[in-house]
C-alpha cells in the first residue's frame, strides 16, 4: 500500500504498470504452459502434475526456511481448509491437464476460466455474500458461452458420434476443473490472510507430489516418460511456476481485482498461441462462446472493484470528516 506522497510523485502509477505487466506474463505464462502440454505425447497429466509439485517443492523451501513459517498452524480447523484448498487445486490442474488431450487449447482455457464468474455464484451461496441481478445474468452468459464453446450434438449435429464424445468428454474434465478451482478460491476467501501464501504453495507441492503417485500407481501407468517428453513436462513445471510467482508480483502492486482483469486476457493469449503454432483456428460459435465468458469474467471483476473503490472513498471522505471536525 503506497502513502499518498508516494501516489503523488508518480509511484503509483509505477506499481500499476508494473502490476499490469506481471499480471499480462502471468495470463501469458500459464497460456503458454497448455500450448507446450499438447506437445507432449505420451506423458500425462499425473506426470505433469508431479514434476510441477517437485519442482515447486524445491523453490519454495528456502522461502519458508528463511521466514521460519509454522508448516502446519495451531488451529485444526485452518489446518484441513488449507489441505482440501490444496487438494482441490491439484486436481484442477489435473483436470485442466487432461481435458487438453480431448479438446483445443482455447477452448479448454475458456471453459476453465468459467470459474472467475462461478465464484461470484458460490460465494453467494456458502458465504453469504450478495447476489445482484447483474451477477444472475452474466451467470447466465456465461454458461450460453459455456454451450457454445461445448457445442453439445443433440443442439449442433454436426459432429461424429466419436469427435462428440471426445469434445463432451474434454468440456466435462475442464469444466471440472473450473469447480474445483471454485471451491480452491471460496476455501481461500474463508480464510483471508490467516497463513502465507508460501506455506500453500508448499502443501501444494506435496500433497500434489502424493496424489500423482498415487494415481498413476492405481492405473499402472507410473513410469519415467522418454526424454523428449521429460523436457517438456519439466518445462510446463517451471512455466507454471513462474505464472505463479508473475500473480503472486502482480496482486502485489496493483489491486486483485484489476488483476483479476488482466489475468483474464489467458483466454486471448491461448486463442492466438493455438492459431500460431497448432494451425487451429477456433469455430465461429466456439470463437463466441468464448468472447462471452471473457467478457463476463471481465465485467463482474470490474463492478466488484468499481464497488470496493466506491466504499473505499465513503470511509476516506467519513474519516477525512471526523478529522476536520
Not at 36 to 63: M, N
Not at 128 to 139: P, W
Not at 141 to 148: I, M, Y
Request: hydrophobic fraction near 50%.
Amino acid at each position: 500500500m503506497g502513502t499518498p506522497s508516494q501516489e503523488t510523485d508518480g509511484s503509483g502509477k509505477c506499481n500499476k504498470i508494473i502490476g499490469f505487466t506481471f499480471a499480462l506474463l502471468a495470463a501469458f505464462s500459464w497460456a503458454l504452459g497448455g500450448l507446450v502440454f499438447k506437445y507432449v505425447k505420451d506423458a500425462g497429466a499425473d506426470e505433469g502434475q508431479l514434476a510441477r509439485s517437485i519442482l515447486q517443492f524445491i523453490v519454495i523451501l528456502p522461502l519458508l526456511t528463511y521466514r521460519k513459517e509454522k508448516i502446519f498452524q495451531d488451529d485444526l480447523k485452518t489446518n484441513f481448509l488449507v489441505l482440501v484448498r490444496a487438494a482441490a487445486a491439484i486436481i484442477g490442474n489435473w483436470f485442466y491437464y487432461s481435458s487438453i488431450k480431448f479438446i483445443p487449447l482455447g477452448d479448454a482455457v475458456s471453459v476453465m476460466s468459467s470459474y472467475i464468474t462461478l465464484v461470484g455464484l458460490f460465494a453467494c451461496i456458502c458465504l453469504k455474500e450478495s447476489c445482484s441481478v447483474i451477477k444472475a445474468l452474466l451467470s447466465i452468459l456465461t454458461f450460453v458461452g459455456l454451450v457454445l464453446v461445448a457445442r453439445p450434438s443433440f443442439l449442433f449435429g454436426n459432429l461424429t458420434s466419436e469427435s462428440a464424445s471426445n469434445t463432451m468428454f474434454g468440456i466435462l474434465l475442464a469444466l471440472s476443473a473450473a469447480l474445483c478451482f471454485v471451491l480452491a478460491i471460496i476455501i481461500a476467501r474463508f480464510l483471508g490472510t490467516r497463513i502465507h501464501y508460501s506455506i500453500a504453495m508448499l502443501h501444494y507441492s506435496w500433497v500434489g507430489a502424493v496424489y500423482s503417485l498415487a494415481s498413476a500407481t492405481s492405473k499402472g501407468t507410473l513410469k519415467i516418460p522418454c526424454m523428449d517428453d521429460l523436457l517438456l513436462v519439466s518445462l510446463v513445471a517451471v512455466i507454471g511456476i513462474f505464472g505463479q510467482l508473475f500473480s503472486i508480483i502482480a496482486i502485489q502492486k496493483e489491486k486483485a481485482g484489476q488483476v483479476a482483469v488482466v489475468l483474464s486476457s489467458e483466454i486471448v493469449f491461448a486463442l492466438v498461441l493455438q492459431f500460431i503454432f497448432l494451425d487451429y483456428f477456433p469455430t465461429l460459435t466456439s470463437l463466441i462462446g468464448s468472447l462471452l465468458i471473457l467478457g463476463s469474467s471481465v465485467t463482474l471483476t470490474l463492478k466488484k472493484t468499481c464497488n470496493n473503490t466506491s466504499k473505499e472513498s465513503v470511509k476516506d471522505n467519513d474519516s477525512s470528516s471526523v478529522k476536520e471536525g
